[in-house]
């Protein structure tokens, strides 16, 4: 596949994926992932709207334009769904509801997140600062903070928090929500079953490995769910994906064993790090190879480094669990070694 070819669903249009449904890419501007997918859903004359972009002109005027392109307007969506609480998700919600009334809908485990962000910024900051340095990235957060982080502005209160298993009724038209925690511990899917549809978030997406446990470290496994989440999706009956980042595709379960075989093989080099000699998350991040480019750590930004120090530990943590690895605490820092 070509470069063109791989950035080609992140041109504007509005695409009819499935009877109903359209896919309306929202840019990103500034942003490595470029684009995200809402995906309107017509119930006769009003919409359910699945993700909404950041909290943003170039947004609200995407999407503005998409519904007048469908006879319709903003004011005419009945529901905001959101399949986590990621600006890029959630950030328009607050104002869509502001102009249609339409309630907005999240995972009700993304309200530590949610809360945090909206009331302590700076808190959720100096955990990643910290988080870090237990790591041994105390230089990847200094980079971090010497960048600085974009200006954002605090989210709205979803109206209604979901667990899920509930449907979604729009008229002839069942969506079942489908937890499925592990990108954040609150994502969602939305699953139309009669149609073999699945709004998969960025839980299921065909270019990229979604990034892992990207939130407020709190206890749990956030590996060990995502990769549950995984198995808890392949058999879904589904003829098509619809994913936040990235084209629509069909094959639901060869994407899914894809990512599941990405795992294995991280977890089996991460343990093959610790045997020869990596002791923490920083060391085993330096000497893997990152994103499908296989980049160097040192030549990631310090953004992509943090990421990529965290989804280390995930994985060493979760060999940890399984008994492979010994994880030790010791003056505020986690360390690894063979049993
Ligand atoms: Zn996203």
Same mark, same amino acid.
Not at 79 to 92: I, P, S
Not at 103 to 116: Q, Y
Not at 210 to 229: K, N, W, Y
Not at 239 to 252: I, K
């Given at each position: 596949?070509?470069?063109?070819?791989?950035?080609?669903?992140?041109?504007?249009?509005?695409?009819?994926?499935?009877?109903?449904?359209?896919?309306?890419?929202?840019?990103?501007?500034?942003?490595?992932?470029?684009?995200?997918?809402?995906?309107?859903?017509?119930?006769?004359?009003?919409?359910?709207?699945?993700?909404?972009?950041?909290?943003?002109?170039?947004?609200?005027?995407?999407?503005?334009?998409?519904?007048?392109?469908?006879?319709?307007?903003?004011?005419?969506?009945?529901?905001?769904?959101?399949?986590?609480?990621?600006?890029?998700?959630?950030?328009?919600?607050?104002?869509?509801?502001?102009?249609?009334?339409?309630?907005?809908? &999240?995972?009700? #485990?993304?309200?530590?997140? =949610?809360?945090?962000? @909206?009331? *302590?910024?700076? %808190?959720?900051? $100096?955990?990643?600062?910290?988080?870090?340095?237990?790591?041994?990235?105390?230089?990847?957060?200094?980079?971090?903070?010497?960048?600085?982080?974009?200006?954002?502005?605090?989210?709205?209160?979803?109206?209604?928090?979901?667990?899920?298993?509930?449907?979604?009724?729009?008229?002839?038209?069942?969506?079942?929500?489908?937890?499925?925690?592990?990108?954040?511990?609150?994502?969602?899917?939305?699953?139309?079953?009669?149609?073999?549809?699945?709004?998969?978030?960025?839980?299921?997406?065909?270019?990229?490995?979604?990034?892992?446990?990207?939130?407020?470290?709190?206890?749990?496994?956030?590996?060990?769910?995502?990769?549950?989440?995984?198995?808890?999706?392949?058999?879904?009956?589904?003829?098509?994906?619809?994913?936040?980042?990235?084209?629509?595709?069909?094959? &639901?379960?060869? #994407?899914?064993?894809?990512? =599941?075989?990405?795992? @294995?093989? *991280?977890?089996? %080099?991460?343990? $093959?790090?610790?045997?020869?000699?990596?002791?923490?998350?920083?060391?085993?991040?330096?000497?893997?190879?990152?994103?499908?480019?296989?980049?160097?750590?040192?030549?990631?930004?310090?953004?992509?480094?943090?990421?990529?120090?965290?989804?280390?530990?995930?994985?060493?943590?979760?060999?940890?669990?399984?008994?492979?690895?010994?994880?030790?605490?010791?003056?505020?820092?986690?360390?690894?070694?063979?049993?």
């Amino acid at each position: 596949m070509t470069e063109e070819d791989r950035h080609a669903w992140e041109r504007p249009t509005l695409d009819e994926v499935s009877d109903g449904v359209w896919r309306v890419p929202l840019p990103l501007p500034g942003d490595a992932l470029r684009a995200v997918n809402a995906y309107l859903v017509r119930d006769s004359g009003s919409f359910l709207l699945v993700d909404c972009g950041w909290n943003r002109r170039e947004s609200w005027e995407r999407l503005e334009e998409a519904l007048r392109q469908l006879g319709s307007g903003l004011h005419r969506v009945r529901w905001v769904f959101a399949t986590h609480v990621h600006d890029d998700h959630y950030g328009l919600a607050g104002r869509v509801r502001q102009r249609s009334g339409a309630p907005v809908l &999240l995972g009700r #485990r993304e309200r530590d997140s =949610l809360i945090a962000f @909206r009331d *302590r910024p700076g %808190e959720a900051r $100096q955990r990643t600062v910290t988080r870090l340095g237990q790591l041994a990235a105390g230089d990847v957060a200094r980079r971090l903070e010497a960048a600085g982080s974009p200006e954002r502005r605090p989210p709205a209160d979803p109206d209604l928090y979901l667990e899920g298993g509930e449907a979604l009724l729009l008229g002839e038209r069942e969506l079942e929500v489908v937890a499925t925690p592990g990108h954040t511990r609150g994502h969602l899917c939305l699953h139309d079953r009669a149609n073999q549809l699945l709004f998969a978030g960025d839980h299921v997406l065909p270019q990229i490995t979604p990034s892992i446990g990207v939130e407020l470290h709190l206890p749990g496994s956030p590996l060990a769910d995502f990769l549950d989440s995984l198995e808890r999706v392949i058999d879904l009956s589904c003829r098509l994906v619809l994913p936040a980042h990235g084209p629509v595709f069909s094959d &639901l379960r060869g #994407r899914v064993g894809e990512l =599941l075989e990405h795992h @294995r093989l *991280r977890l089996e %080099e991460c343990y $093959q790090l610790v045997e020869a000699g990596a002791q923490n998350a920083r060391e085993v991040a330096d000497r893997l190879p990152w994103t499908r480019r296989r980049r160097r750590f040192q030549d990631l930004d310090p953004f992509n480094q943090m990421l990529a120090v965290f989804e280390s530990e995930l994985h060493l943590q979760l060999l940890a669990e399984r008994g492979r690895l010994r994880r030790d605490l010791a003056n505020s820092s986690i360390r690894y070694a063979l049993p």
